[in-house]
């Protein structure tokens, strides 16, 4: 069984357009995130939702906006691609809480042309 | 604000070789710790955990000791295979549950 899903796992585009990025959670938690990781494996989050509420909002542009429909979907909206946004996009879940993992999707590789 | 800090990669070993990758943070109270692995091509995976001070986290033949006093949380393997040759990353988790702080990675190449 899938835990966490992401979709598409890869996404090839021109610059200006607009894209989403989905991501589905089966295990019954109540904290969702995007992190993005450049070529270099840094990992940097961009945004965390607990309960459909935005909790965490990194100095990301703009042009990214999350929209939480339910507990188990978070999804990303890129308008306007730059090159720049190139990257391998994480959503990952967790329950609330300190003691508690979270659980990575498998990612979606964003090539902007 | 809460931070991580790993020893810089790449990081080659032979196989059977002992592994060690520093890990220390910098953080209010009591965190938890947690050490992830990153296979090529895939997500993060939870390699172990430690939520508080003394604890010892293992898994796969891999551990880390939470050590406050250091403030470190240090990845060992004895003997390491081929298989383990991927990012692993050291975290910490605020008291609170809010803030979740990742290291910038320490990239393993394990050679036959």
């Known amino acids: ?113 | 604000g809460n931070s991580v800090t790993q020893m810089e990669g790449p990081v080659t070993l032979s196989e059977e070789a002992f592994l060690t990758i520093n890990c220390t943070y910098t953080a209010t109270g009591y965190p938890s710790l947690f050490w992830y692995v990153q296979y090529p091509g895939e997500g993060l995976q939870l390699l172990l955990k430690a939520t508080k001070a003394d604890d010892k986290g293992s898994n796969k033949g891999f551990e880390a000791t939470y050590r406050k006093e250091t403030t470190s949380f240090h990845l060992e393997k004895g003997s390491v295979q081929v298989s383990d040759s991927a990012v692993y990353f050291c975290a910490l988790s605020d008291q609170h549950g809010q803030n979740f702080v990742f290291g910038p990675g320490t990239r393993l190449s394990v050679l036959p």
């Open chain 1, 1 to 113: 069984d899938t835990a966490v899903s992401q979709t598409p796992k890869y996404l090839v585009t021109q610059m200006g357009n607009d894209k989403s990025i989905k991501c589905e959670q089966n295990l019954g938690h109540d904290t969702m995130y995007w992190y993005k990781q450049d070529s270099k494996k840094f990992l940097k989050i961009m945004f965390s939702y607990n309960n459909k509420e935005l909790i965490i909002n990194e100095t990301v542009p703009n042009r990214f906006s999350p929209k939480s429909p339910d507990k188990a979907h978070l999804n990303l909206h890129i308008n306007s691609l730059e090159l720049g946004d190139s990257a391998v996009y994480f959503c990952a879940s967790s329950l609330t809480g300190q003691f508690y993992e979270q659980y990575f999707g498998p990612g979606t590789r964003l090539t902007v042309t």
